[in-house]
């Protein structure tokens, strides 16, 4: 029988499920680079903090980063319909409604609270799966209010068998007592892959208190261990036996309705090799020994994670003020750096991307920076808010962090910050007169071949050779480009076909045909991201 998935539907949806199409590619501007406590305009970090709107951010990055991300974790507005915040919550921020009357229509004025929240989230969603690589993973943390639409969502984007779990996150350390109903102590954190069976967990480290319970109260030269009952609960014949034990000669025999877990043979063999311990005397029950070296080293994560072992929002709100030396009161529950190092160190290796679009106070690159100091690693983040304070909040909390706040010593690391900065193709898909030629450069190589950029063009325009074939860019942003027969004396790469670049082209069609020419006219044929 065919099983078949439910669907979410709401008013907006056959508006926004491929506006990220449509969304204009804009090139990201470089303010300024920060490396170890030195702002300069010269140089470039991996790690990019960016300044815009996230849904035009997230297209820009495409060229970079498709397919690159190993991690993705976001922190978007919970819809709860407080509008105390500076972040605003209910979606109802002036240039939000601006957008759902221009994508929407008509329609947008008849919008719930829900409809908009997911007009919002749908093209970003869809922008941050192209961005994921095949082995990545993305967390997303939501609440009551929208967490029902926000799994039917995912499931339609990323695929229902793509979801990893659900985590549960202690997110108070004190019980409230002045709630209508019930008193709210715990956010949800979606896990979804972009393709499960390629996506591998890391086990997290075992703790102290897991391994409290190893001792050696006999000095075994083994080290510490730990006992567990020999017994079965259930009757087996060939387990049936009496046990002596070799210090006093006490014998055991199962109870009635019980049996040993070894048969004969191999429990003679465990307490030759003394793996089973009668207790220092040698009088008490056998228990067989578990030895601390002989344990998986680490721990599945589980899917309910405690304050204590992954803070709370109150320690984060401290954190926040103790950083920037003041109260930041509009991040009402702000996410804990040990909560965010869970996900990394679940989810990445020392060499991964992870990109947060909800930044907000920064706390995912404050997580990074910490993780790279304690393991050595050399993760990069890339962190996008366009509220006014990405300046003032976000960046320069990253700032003291690899500096150094207060008592705590700094991680060291750098970052760029970015603006949005022009659209390559204007309306009537013409190229901006003000861009570089080396950022069209980047965009013709990603519109042909979905792949960063990271040559360098010669005079003639040859961006490079991807899959035997030559991308050449014939361009003079003042000058009309012609593709003729003097030009092609600049071609001395060979390849097995040539897509090319100008304003006009003279060649012949039989020269084209022998040489393998694709001829595309600046700016007619020029692909629309």
């Given at each position: 029988m065919l099983l078949v998935m439910p669907t979410l539907h709401w008013i907006g949806k056959e508006k926004v499920i491929n506006h990220h199409l449509d969304i204009p590619y804009h090139t990201l501007n470089k303010e300024y680079t920060y490396d170890s406590g030195v702002q300069q305009t010269e140089g470039i970090s991996e790690s990019k903090i960016i300044h815009a709107d996230n849904?035009?951010?997230?297209?820009?990055?495409?060229?970079?980063?498709?397919?690159?991300?190993?991690?993705?974790?976001?922190?978007?507005?919970?819809?709860?319909?407080?509008?105390?915040?500076?972040y605003n919550d209910n979606v109802s921020d002036p240039r939000f409604k601006k957008w759902l009357g221009k994508v929407v229509g008509k329609e947008a004025e008849d919008l719930t609270r829900h409809d908009k929240w997911l007009c919002m989230m749908y093209p970003r969603l869809k922008l941050l799966h192209k961005l994921l690589s095949d082995d990545g993973v993305i967390f997303i943390s939501i609440d009551d209010n929208e967490q029902a639409s926000l799994k039917m969502m995912m499931d339609e984007i990323f695929g229902a068998s793509n979801m990893i779990t659900s985590v549960i996150w202690q997110r108070t350390f004190a019980t409230k007592n002045d709630a209508k109903h019930f008193s709210s102590e715990h956010e949800y954190i979606f896990v979804f892959t972009k393709k499960t069976d390629l996506f591998r967990i890391n086990l997290l480290q075992r703790a102290e208190k897991q391994n409290a319970r190893y001792r050696n109260?006999?000095?075994?030269?083994?080290?510490?261990?730990?006992?567990?009952?020999?017994?079965?609960?259930?009757?087996?014949?060939?387990?049936?036996?009496?046990?002596?034990?070799?210090?006093?000669?006490?014998?055991?025999?199962p109870q009635p309705g019980t049996s040993w877990r070894h048969p004969e043979n191999e429990m003679i063999e465990l307490i030759k090799n003394?793996?089973?311990?009668?207790?220092?005397?040698?009088?008490?029950?056998?228990?067989?020994?578990?030895?601390?070296?002989?344990?998986?080293?680490?721990?599945?994560?589980?899917?309910?994670?405690?304050?204590?072992?992954?803070?709370?929002?109150?320690?984060?709100?401290?954190?926040?003020?103790?950083?920037?030396?003041?109260?930041?009161?509009?991040?009402?529950?702000?996410?804990?750096?040990?909560?965010?190092?869970?996900?990394?160190?679940?989810?990445t290796s020392k060499n991964s991307i992870i990109l947060d679009s909800f930044a907000g106070s920064g706390t995912t690159a404050h997580?990074?920076?910490?993780?790279?100091?304690?393991?050595?690693?050399?993760?990069?983040?890339?962190?996008?808010?366009?509220?006014?304070?990405?300046?003032?909040?976000?960046?320069?909390?990253?700032?003291?962090?690899?500096?150094?706040?207060?008592?705590?010593?700094?991680?060291?690391?750098?970052?760029?910050?970015?603006?949005?900065?022009?659209?390559?193709?204007?309306?009537?898909?013409?190229?901006?007169?003000n861009l570089s030629v080396e950022k069209i450069h980047s965009y013709i190589w990603y519109s042909e071949t979905h792949q960063p950029y990271t040559q360098q063009a010669n005079a003639a325009g040859y961006l490079g050779k991807y899959s035997n074939t030559g991308y050449y860019f014939y361009y003079q942003p003042n000058q009309v480009t012609t593709l003729d027969d003097a030009y092609l004396m600049n071609v001395t790469e060979l390849c097995e076909q040539y897509v090319m670049y100008a304003d006009v082209c003279l060649l012949s069609e039989r020269t084209m045909l022998q040489l393998n020419i694709i001829f595309k006219k600046i700016p007619r044929d020029i692909s629309k991201l």
């Open positions: 849904l035009l951010a997230l297209k820009s990055l495409l060229p970079e980063y498709e397919g690159r991300i190993k991690c993705i974790y976001i922190d978007p507005p919970y819809n709860t319909g407080n509008e105390s915040w500076v109260v006999e000095n075994d030269p083994r080290g510490p261990w730990t006992s567990t009952d020999l017994l079965r609960m259930e009757h087996r014949e060939n387990s049936i036996y009496s046990i002596i034990s070799p210090i006093t000669g006490k014998e055991w025999i003394n793996e089973v311990t009668f207790g220092k005397d040698g009088n008490s029950k056998p228990r067989r020994k578990r030895f601390l070296k002989d344990v998986k080293q680490g721990i599945i994560p589980q899917t309910i994670w405690k304050h204590e072992d992954v803070g709370h929002t109150q320690d984060a709100k401290q954190t926040l003020k103790k950083i920037l030396d003041a109260s930041i009161d509009f991040f009402a529950t702000p996410k804990p750096v040990k909560l965010i190092e869970q996900i990394l160190k679940i989810s997580s990074v920076l910490s993780l790279n100091k304690q393991d050595g690693g050399n993760r990069k983040f890339i962190l996008i808010e366009m509220e006014d304070y990405a300046e003032s909040i976000t960046a320069e909390r990253v700032k003291r962090v690899i500096n150094g706040y207060g008592e705590t010593e700094g991680t060291g690391g750098s970052f760029s910050f970015y603006t949005l900065g022009e659209r390559v193709l204007d309306d009537e898909q013409n190229l901006s007169p």
